[in-house]
């Protein structure tokens, strides 16, 4: 190899970038201790902005295109280099590609829960997470506080930062919109679109990037406030909590009467919610109907409380049912769960009995006859 050849392979005359990383924001061209080469060629793609930077100092900028480097388009280098009427040598430079393509699929999240102060909830921390874009605007800025001299500078290098800055830009937001929180899902929109203005604000002067794209994906309130949401959810569907009650019990009977394995114990089952469900329909016999006190424990200010009344109990297949108070008891022979041999006590008595042949209840099982029919006109 010749003197020349040895020359000619120590100095560079292409200069470019081929990025296939879709993440790197900033790259040094690896110049080495070689010298570039007066009329070398610097090859800026779509997407790129090319920075020439001599003994520290930011020169040229060159936008995407195709270039031949002399003083005609070196203009800062040359002055600083003291070129005024062209240069002949090679020189040394440091040539840093920035791209100016989006930086997509970024994400962003709350560290820790905000607290907010809510109208309807008092105070409650809540938590947010979505998406952003990132891109070089000024790769002047981007350089001087950012770079520095690394030969690498990616999205991922900055990304705590940018996190950062967005979750205390968040909470900015929630603080200035004062949103409560069930009206936090229909205010995304409004939200990202906040977000990414006062981002933008923080880092666009400072560092020379922009965000075009911030999204609120999600904003999501403690586990404890969302079961309570869940239990007013499932409240507000059910309706009338009596009346659906009312509707349990009877489909309980109805399935327990159409279960003849049940035996024994499927009738008590029915005489026990045929007791309840006439206690629901009178709430106001018996203790421990919905809306009154139980007894012995009368409501503040409220009258004195009525004689007591009698306590009746049904032995059903071997066992004792109640009290039941007698409306409750006329209720369930009306509906058939106690009948005419049905044995039954009181402290009136004194014995078990057969219902039909209690005084008190005998005429519930007698049969109406109707009247004569009126005499023929």
């Not at 393509?101 to 008092?122: A, C, H, S, Y």
């Not at 032995?315 to 209720?331: I, K, R």
Request: aromatic letters at 8%.
């Amino acid at each position: 190899m010749g003197l020349f050849d040895v020359l000619r392979g120590e100095l560079i005359d292409i200069i470019e970038w081929i990025d296939d990383s879709n993440r790197t924001l900033v790259w040094r061209f690896p110049r080495h201790q070689n010298e570039i080469k007066n009329g070398a060629q610097l090859i800026v793609r779509p997407g790129q902005i090319a920075v020439l930077v001599n003994g520290g100092e930011l020169a040229d900028v060159y936008e995407p295109g195709h270039y031949e480097l002399t003083t005609q388009n070196m203009p800062i280098l040359s002055t600083l280099q003291g070129w005024k009427y062209g240069f002949e040598s090679p020189f040394k430079a440091e040539v840093y590609f920035v791209s100016t393509k989006q930086v997509t699929d970024l994400k962003w999240g709350t560290p820790n829960p905000i607290m907010l102060r809510d109208p309807e909830f008092g105070p409650i921390r809540i938590r947010a997470f979505g998406s952003y874009t990132l891109q070089a605007v000024d790769a002047k800025a981007l350089l001087k506080e950012l770079v520095g001299t690394d030969a690498e500078f990616s999205a991922d290098d900055i990304t705590e930062l940018l996190r950062s800055i967005i979750g205390s830009s968040f909470a900015d937001i929630l603080g200035k919109l004062q949103v409560p929180a069930l009206d936090l899902a229909s205010k995304y929109t409004e939200l990202s679109e906040a977000l990414r203005s006062e981002v933008v604000e923080r880092i666009d002067d400072e560092y020379g990037l922009d965000c075009p794209q911030l999204y609120v994906v999600n904003i999501s309130l403690p586990e404890a406030v969302e079961k309570a949401l869940d239990t007013r959810t499932s409240m507000g569907v059910i309706g009338n909590m009596n009346t659906y009650q009312q509707y349990q019990m009877g489909q309980a009977m109805t399935a327990a009467a159409e279960n003849p394995a049940g035996g024994g114990a499927a009738d008590g089952m029915g005489l026990g919610m045929g007791f309840a469900m006439a206690s629901r329909m009178m709430p106001g016999q018996g203790g421990g109907a919905p809306g009154i006190p139980a007894a012995g424990m009368p409501a503040a200010g409220a009258a004195p409380p009525p004689p007591p009344v009698a306590q009746w109990h049904v032995a059903v297949n071997g066992q004792t049912q109640g009290p039941f108070n007698m409306e409750q008891l006329v209720a369930a022979i009306g509906s058939g769960d106690v009948g005419e041999g049905t044995m039954v006590w009181t402290a009136a008595i004194g014995g078990w009995t057969a219902a039909a042949q209690v005084p008190q209840l005998a005429g519930y099982f007698q049969a109406a006859t109707p009247p004569p029919p009126p005499p023929a006109s």
